[in-house]
C-alpha cells in the first residue's frame, strides 16, 4: 500500500493554518519554545514525559489557540488537505467523535446547520458519534452510542437526513498494552464501520478509518478494493511518530461492487 501524498503541504513541523486547503496547509514552527517540565514530588516520570510533550507540542498550542477540542483536529485538516475528503454542503457522519476535534472541522467545512436564505443546498449535516459522552457542537448531531451495539447503525441511519458522503472513523478502544488485542480491537471498529460506510454512502463518497501498525488486513482490505476505486494508507503529520496509528482512506464509493 501506498502513502497518500496529494497536497501534503504540512510537515512535521506543525499544524496549518484554518480556512481554505491552501492556507490549511501553511507551516509554522514552535523551535526554540521549549518547555522543560520540573519532576514535582511524588509525580511519576512518565506524566513528566506526557506534560513535557504536551507543553512541546505545537499541535497542541495550536489546537487551543483555534479552539479545537482535541490537537486530532489537525489530523483531519490533513487528511482533508491530502485526499479532498471533505465538501461544501457535504454529509458526514463521524464515528468515535469525542471530544470533538474531528466534529468541529467536518462541520466548519461541510458548513452544517449554516443554512443561508435561498442556499439549503450548501447545508452540510455531520452527525458525531461517540461511547462517551462529549459536549455539543453547534451545527452537528451528537450521538451517545456504542458503535459496537447492534441497534447503532439503525439509529445513526434514522439521524441521517440523506446519504452520506464521507464516513469517518477515528474510534480506538483504550490501549491495552497487548499489541495483538489492540491491533484486534481496532481492526474490529475498521470492519464494523467499513460495512457500515458501505450502507450508507452515495456514489464517489468516502471513507476513512484509524488502523495500526502493518495496516488493514488483507482480507479487509480486498474487500474495500471491491467497494471502492482508490485505497491508500496514510499518516498524517500531525499523527506522532511514535505512534502505531495510520488511516486507511479509500474514495470513489462503488455502490454495486462490480461496477
Ligand atoms: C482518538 S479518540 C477520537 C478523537 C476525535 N476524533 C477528536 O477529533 O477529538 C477515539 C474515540 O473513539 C471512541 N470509541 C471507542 N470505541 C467506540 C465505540 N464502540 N463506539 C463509539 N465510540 C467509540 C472513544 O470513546 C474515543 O472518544
Same mark, same amino acid.
Given at each position: 500500500?501506498?502513502?497518500?501524498?496529494?497536497?501534503?503541504?504540512?510537515?512535521?513541523?506543525?499544524?496549518?493554518?484554518?480556512?481554505?486547503?491552501?492556507?490549511?496547509?501553511?507551516?509554522?514552527?514552535?523551535?526554540?519554545?521549549?518547555?522543560? %517540565?520540573?519532576?514535582?514530588?511524588?509525580?511519576?516520570?512518565?506524566?513528566?514525559?506526557?506534560?513535557?510533550?504536551?507543553?512541546?507540542?505545537?499541535?497542541?498550542?495550536?489546537?487551543?489557540?483555534?479552539?479545537?477540542?482535541?490537537?486530532?483536529?489537525?489530523?483531519? =485538516?490533513?487528511?482533508?488537505?491530502?485526499?479532498?475528503?471533505?465538501?461544501?454542503?457535504?454529509?458526514?457522519?463521524?464515528?468515535?467523535?469525542?471530544?470533538?476535534?474531528?466534529?468541529?472541522?467536518? %462541520?466548519?467545512?461541510?458548513?452544517?446547520?449554516?443554512?443561508?436564505?435561498?442556499?439549503?443546498?450548501?447545508?452540510?449535516?455531520?452527525?458525531?458519534?461517540?461511547?462517551?459522552?462529549?459536549?455539543? %457542537?453547534?451545527?452537528?448531531?451528537?450521538?451517545?452510542?456504542?458503535?459496537?451495539?447492534?441497534?447503532?447503525?439503525?439509529?445513526?441511519?434514522?439521524? =441521517?437526513?440523506?446519504?452520506?458522503?464521507?464516513?469517518?472513523?477515528?474510534?480506538?478502544?483504550?490501549?491495552?498494552?497487548?499489541?495483538?488485542?489492540?491491533?484486534?480491537?481496532?481492526?474490529?471498529?475498521?470492519?464494523?464501520?467499513?460495512?457500515?460506510?458501505?450502507?450508507?454512502?452515495?456514489?464517489?463518497?468516502?471513507?476513512?478509518?484509524?488502523?495500526?501498525?502493518?495496516?488493514?488486513?488483507?482480507? =479487509?482490505?480486498?474487500?474495500?478494493?471491491?467497494?471502492?476505486?482508490?485505497?491508500?494508507?496514510?499518516?498524517?503529520?500531525?499523527?506522532?511518530?511514535?505512534?502505531?496509528?495510520?488511516?486507511?482512506?479509500?474514495?470513489?464509493?462503488?455502490?454495486?461492487?462490480?461496477?
Amino acid at each position: 500500500m501506498s502513502t497518500g501524498s496529494r497536497k501534503s503541504g504540512s510537515g512535521r513541523s506543525g499544524p496549518g493554518r484554518p480556512g481554505t486547503t491552501k492556507t490549511r496547509t501553511t507551516r509554522f514552527s514552535g523551535r526554540g519554545l521549549h518547555n522543560r %517540565v520540573k519532576t514535582a514530588k511524588g509525580r511519576k516520570s512518565s506524566s513528566k514525559l506526557w506534560l513535557e510533550r504536551q507543553l512541546n507540542d505545537p499541535y497542541v498550542a495550536e489546537a487551543k489557540a483555534r479552539g479545537y477540542r482535541s490537537r486530532a483536529a489537525f489530523k483531519l =485538516l490533513e487528511l482533508d488537505a491530502m485526499f479532498g475528503l471533505l465538501k461544501k454542503g457535504g454529509r458526514v457522519v463521524d464515528l468515535g467523535a469525542a471530544p470533538g476535534g474531528w466534529t468541529q472541522v467536518a %462541520v466548519d467545512v461541510v458548513g452544517a446547520g449554516k443554512e443561508a436564505p435561498g442556499k439549503a443546498k450548501e447545508s452540510g449535516q455531520v452527525v458525531a458519534v461517540d461511547i462517551q459522552g462529549m459536549d455539543a %457542537v453547534a451545527g452537528a448531531t451528537v450521538m451517545l452510542l456504542d458503535f459496537m451495539d447492534p441497534e447503532a447503525p439503525d439509529r445513526i441511519k434514522d439521524a =441521517l437526513t440523506g446519504p452520506a458522503d464521507v464516513v469517518l472513523s477515528d474510534m480506538a478502544a483504550p490501549a491495552t498494552g497487548h499489541r495483538q488485542t489492540d491491533h484486534l480491537r481496532i481492526m474490529g471498529l475498521c470492519e464494523a464501520a467499513f460495512y457500515f460506510a458501505c450502507e450508507v454512502l452515495s456514489p464517489g463518497g468516502a471513507f476513512v478509518a484509524k488502523v495500526l501498525k502493518g495496516g488493514t488486513e488483507n482480507e =479487509l482490505l480486498a474487500q474495500m478494493k471491491r467497494r471502492f476505486a482508490v485505497v491508500k494508507h496514510a499518516k498524517p503529520p500531525a499523527s506522532r511518530a511514535d505512534s502505531a496509528e495510520s488511516y486507511v482512506v479509500a474514495t470513489g464509493f462503488r455502490p454495486d461492487p462490480n461496477a
